[in-house]
């Protein structure tokens, strides 16, 4: 009896470090694959973002900055700050006293007395956050390394493009095109119905018309409306009919919702290269309308 359950616990311990191996490999693989999409760093901001260290006070490019517009990552190009969020804080590191929704995550230091604070997209390191100061009326302060960001002028956030994409449930859709490097940020939310200010319980009841939609804001200059179609087509399975994966049902179609004909005609090709290759893709353009949040 001994000896069997001797035998059964050198089985279990070989599995589990077989397991623990597996997922370090994977961990590796996914770690590769990311830095594959992510921007190429300099060596000083490889220390401030993938080593977290702290740039020296007063030496940063935006520590003494006011010029209007965004903040985006230095690393995959997320979107964190305005502007009208940054205020002299005489800290010597530029300082926010607020991020923009869902752009920065939080977690204790290493230190174990700061609150460091990360992008939420990637993991890049930003530099920490300060509250009960009363340095502004927000109380916080979100004190940030300049070589983790970098500034996207007002002028130049304007000529960003928007693209529209239905192919399942809106949330994993979302997450995957938030990946795309030259994305800034992807929003649920429904388009293709007639119903006004429609809600997540208007569209369960497959009468409104609408698609589980995702608003795709990206930078021209960096990614191209075509790759973000090939790119779709990647993360989703154009040939289905009904539906996407296990989610059923008209609101969870294949839909593009094109807003020139440029794009249409783009969309178009691409359908075309795949029917070619016997894969049907059945995916529907549409022209693009008003939008909803979800």
Not at 9 to 32: G, H, P, V
Not at 188 to 217: A, F, R, W
């Amino acid at each position: 009896m001994i000896k069997l359950f001797t035998i059964i616990l050198i089985f279990m311990l070989f599995y589990l470090m077989k397991t623990e191996s597996q997922i370090k490999n994977a961990d590796k693989n996914r770690l590769m694959t990311n830095q594959q999409i992510y921007n190429k760093l300099t060596p000083v901001e490889k220390r401030i973002i993938i080593n977290k260290e702290t740039e020296k006070p007063f030496s940063g490019k935006y520590n003494d900055f006011a010029e209007k517009g965004r903040y985006i990552c230095k690393r995959c190009d997320a979107l964190l700050f305005h502007s009208d969020d940054k205020f002299q804080s005489t800290c010597g590191w530029p300082s926010f006293d607020d991020a923009l929704p869902d752009a920065v995550k939080r977690q204790m230091d290493a230190d174990q007395r700061r609150t460091e604070i990360l992008c939420n997209r990637c993991g890049a390191h930003l530099g920490h956050v300060f509250e009960g100061e009363d340095l502004t009326e927000k109380n916080t302060r979100h004190c940030v390394n300049s070589a983790a960001i970098l500034f996207i002028p007002s002028k130049k956030f304007s000529k960003r493009k928007i693209a529209y994409f239905a192919g399942g449930c809106f949330w994993g859709v979302e997450y995957l095109f938030e990946q795309k490097l030259g994305v800034y940020y992807a929003e649920s939310g429904y388009m293709g119905g007639s119903l006004q200010n429609p809600v997540y319980e208007d569209i369960c009841t497959q009468k409104s018309g609408h698609y589980e939609t995702v608003q795709v804001s990206y930078n021209p200059e960096k990614v191209t409306y075509e790759e973000l179609v090939k790119y779709f087509f990647e993360i989703h399975d154009p040939t289905q009919k009904n539906g996407q994966g296990p989610h059923k049902g008209p609101q969870y179609l294949s839909v593009i919702f094109y807003s020139t004909e440029k794009e249409k005609s783009v969309c178009q090709s691409l359908i075309k290269i795949l029917k070619n290759k016997k894969i049907d893709a059945i995916t529907t353009l549409l022209p693009a309308e008003t939008f909803w949040k979800a």
